[in-house]
């Protein structure tokens, strides 16, 4: 069965060092998400991209944060300068676009800021 | 704003049957979906209501009022394994997921 994959499983990084968290899609899927989870609490919106660009992208989404899709199977999410505060799980999923599509969400990469 | 309302937490008992309720107000409606989630893993897909009424798949029910903002999560004859959070997620008029906090679901023997 198709699944998102994610890379790294686990992150430790210090404050303020760039981070690069690695997502492949489902290849037939055309829209691909970032989400965060902060231990305990709901799951976060971060952006949406399609076509190559951002679609839509939430407040926590600021200019500490940016996506690529460097070729045609990897989408990356990078936070340039990390905070105590981005320490959380981040989901990467994809769907194939529909209305009635669901999301299928990688395992996710647990970052910790120390 | 964006509201999603399910119970923090629930308890029910192993062969038992639970239901885990979720009201929403969103700006505009494009389905309502629940998703499982284990400690630590990634949210699963479970079901998706667009239209009202009750959506059956094995074990798992799920039920949508348009007119209430209104859904259940119908679980039958529960197994341990069944211990998860239960996320409730709706799409919104630009067809964005707006999620619950979910509820956390303690199955005992």
């Known amino acids: 069965e198709p699944e998102v994959t994610q890379t790294p499983s686990h992150q430790v990084t210090q404050m303020g060092q760039e981070v690069i968290l690695r997502c492949v899609p489902i290849s037939n899927h055309l829209y691909f998400y970032w989400y965060r989870q902060i231990l305990g609490q709901k799951v976060e919106f971060l952006v949406s991209?399609?076509?190559?660009?951002?679609?839509?992208k939430s407040e926590i989404f600021d200019d500490q944060f940016s996506v690529e899709r460097p070729d045609g199977s990897n989408f990356t999410l990078k936070i340039r300068s990390t905070k105590l505060e981005d320490s959380a799980m981040y989901f990467c999923a994809s769907s194939d676009g529909r209305a009635t599509g669901e999301l299928f969400f990688g395992e996710g990469s647990r970052l910790t800021v120390l | 704003g964006q509201n999603i309302d399910q119970p923090t937490e629930m308890t029910a008992t192993e062969g038992a049957i639970v239901q885990i309720n979720c009201t929403y107000q969103t700006s505009g409606f494009n389905g309502l979906f629940w998703y499982q989630q284990h400690a630590g893993e990634a949210p699963t897909f479970l079901s998706y209501n667009v239209l009202d009424g009750l959506e059956e798949k094995g074990r798992f029910s799920s039920f949508l009022s348009r007119s209430k903002g209104y859904s259940y999560l119908l679980l039958k004859e529960l197994q341990m394994k069944d211990s998860a959070s239960y996320l409730c997620?709706?799409?919104?008029?630009?067809?964005?997921?707006?999620w619950g906090a979910g509820t956390k679901l303690i199955i005992k023997p």
């Open positions: 997620a709706v799409k919104d008029s630009n067809y964005q997921l707006i």
């Open positions: 991209f399609y076509n190559n660009e951002i679609s839509e």
